[in-house]
């Protein structure tokens, strides 16, 4: 009977020390998020619904990088969570959209969009753009460009697609659609696309920004609405900033559709606008 009567203490204490270990494991990785959240380089997540400053939290001063001569600071902002959307600001330096836009001029062709129906591509007025694709790992400087779209969206860069460099002129536009896939010709190689990078290679004057319709955000009180055309303010709006890249996810992280991720560009009135797109997939999509 003594001996039987030991058995259970044991165990009553091994339990005691694991319940210890699990609460100091807790206490300590909740000084660290503390400490993180004091620093400003972690914030909380907010309801889009529930703010007048929602889609504004921001993770700032992410870090620093010596470009063009000169430091600038590049930070991320959350801009919505329905659809997930941020803006990563000087992304690009000047040099890199200036040779981008350079590389891409000799190839300039009218812009097309895909045929739902048979999965082709075909011309349309709902897309008056001209562009040219740029084949993934083409050069030095398109690798370290691909290489660092892949460190911020945490997808691998065998599942980009090439960069594909649009010009828009005044006038020129591209309706609401959707950059998923209804079709199953497309999705062959690499399946569905996942998730959307936008990056500016020029300031526009007037127009041309990118516009979420669907978006859950109350945009008008958004700082910068005043700022915006009248396409831009039928929705959470992005005005074009050279070296900013939008990225935004066209499925849910349930692998469903999105369908709060329907987006357009607002037409040009007045200067010119040039951009640059990475579409993900979510498998290898091969080139």
Known sequence: MTKGSRYPRAVSRRRSFSCALVVL????????????LACGILSLPVNSKGSPDAGRRAVRSVYEMERTGRREVQWVEV?????RAFVYHSFLSKEECNYLIELAKPNMEKSTVVDSATGQSKDS???TSSGTFLRRGRDKMIRSIEKRLSDFTFLPVENGEGLQILHYEVGQ??????DYFL???????????IATVLMYLSDVEEGGETVFPSAQVNSSSLP???ELSECGKSGLSVKPKMGDALLFWSMKPDA???????HG???????NKWSSTKWFRVNEYKV
Do not use: A, M
Request: hydrophobic share 35%; aromatic share 12%.
């Open 25 to 36: 494991v807790f206490l300590s990785l909740s000084v660290i998020i503390l400490v993180l």
């Open 79 to 83: 801009i919505s969570w329905e659809p």
């Open 125 to 127: 007025r709902v897309r």
């Open 173 to 178: 536009k591209y309706e609401p659609h959707y």
């Open 183 to 193: 079709d199953e010709l497309n999705t062959k190689n690499g399946g569905q696309r």
């Open 224 to 226: 910068w609405y005043n």
């Open 256 to 262: 469903t559709l999105d369908p709060f991720s329907l």
């Open 265 to 271: 560009g607002c037409q040009v009135i007045r200067g």
